[in-house]
């Protein structure tokens, strides 16, 4: 792996984050769920994800 290979990756990790986080509550929402509620149940799992994922590689 190189420098560039890594910077990339973590670039596009976060805007697919990014993405997911305003998109999921709008999808979810139309079907009647709470927007902010969805919101924050996404962050959340997206963080402990990531954060199982750091332990992991560690």
Request: hydrophobic residues 60%; charged residues 5%.
């Amino acid at each position: 792996m190189t420098a560039k290979s890594e910077i990339l990756s973590g670039v596009t990790v976060f805007f697919t984050m990014t993405y997911i986080l305003f998109v999921n509550p709008q999808i979810l929402s139309a079907a009647g769920i709470d927007r902010g509620a969805v919101f924050m149940a996404t962050a959340i799992a997206a963080a402990l994800t990531t954060l199982l994922m750091c332990v992991y590689a560690f």
